[in-house]
Nanobody, 126 residues
């Protein structure tokens, strides 16, 4: 069982930056594909960014490309989402997710993930 705890959310003005963290409980974190998803009020949860187990490959939603960067520090059992040039439409609850080991590609669909954090609120004011 993997427990994930997100932190770093908050209120920021448009154009600002935030760094989200996702701390994992498991020592085998370095073998887990990781992803970030978000859910805006009244909308379904959507893919934001994902990274493979080694950190050598990433994928992004078109809406965040060039503004967000996903990374991981396996020695710290932590994944990050660096968010720059934030827009009001980035507002929502951000969730990190982990999949079981063995995937050879970056995972972009929610169904591929097995463990989820509780979410952290990001609010971008205009």
């Amino acid at each position: 069982q993997v427990q994930l705890v997100e932190s770093g959310g908050g209120l920021v003005q448009a154009g600002g930056s935030l760094k989200l963290s996702c701390a994992a409980s498991q020592r085998t974190f370095s073998s887990l594909p990781m992803g970030w998803f978000r859910q805006a009020p009244g909308k379904e949860r959507e893919f934001v960014a994902a990274i493979n187990w080694s950190g050598t490959s990433t994928r992004y939603a078109d809406s965040v490309k060039g503004r967000f960067t996903i990374s991981r520090e396996n020695a710290e059992n932590t994944a990050y989402l660096h968010m720059n040039s934030l827009k009001p439409e980035d507002t929502g609850v951000y969730y990190c997710a982990a999949a079981t080991p063995g995937h050879t590609v970056v995972l972009v669909t929610q169904e591929k993930y097995d463990y989820w954090g509780q979410g952290t609120q990001v609010t971008v004011s205009s």
